[in-house]
Nanobody, 125 residues
């Protein structure tokens, strides 16, 4: 069974930075397409960023493009999300997700196979 555990969330002032991590176990990490999603209070979960097998392919939601950077370390079975220039509207629970992939592509929809429990990010104004 694949398990995903997020960490690195917290409280930060607007303009600050955070780096989220997602540790994966129970599967072949290098064969997973990975993604980050977020859910603000009272809103639906939304896509933030995605990355393919090798890390060469990435894709971002317009709302985070230029501020967030997704990366992965296949040797350590870990996914990262570097978040810079944070805004109060970035507040929410951040989830990592994994999908068993058959090629080096990104997945932007909600149909991932596995999800973590989430980590809270709060950006104060």
């Amino acid at each position: 069974q694949v398990q995903l555990v997020e960490s690195g969330g917290g409280l930060v002032q607007a303009g600050g930075s955070l780096r989220l991590s997602c540790a994966a176990s129970g599967g072949t990490f290098r064969r997973f397409a990975m993604g980050w999603f977020r859910q603000a209070p009272g809103k639906e979960r939304e896509f933030a960023a995605a990355i393919g097998w090798s890390g060469a392919r990435t894709y971002y939601a317009d709302s985070v493009k230029g501020r967030f950077s997704i990366s992965r370390d296949n040797a350590k079975n870990t996914l990262f999300l570097q978040m810079n220039s944070l805004k109060p509207e970035d507040t929410g629970v951040y989830y990592c997700a994994a999908e068993i992939a058959w090629g080096d592509y990104v997945v932007t929809g909600m149909g991932y196979d596995y999800w973590g429990q989430g980590t809270q990010v709060t950006v104060s104004s």
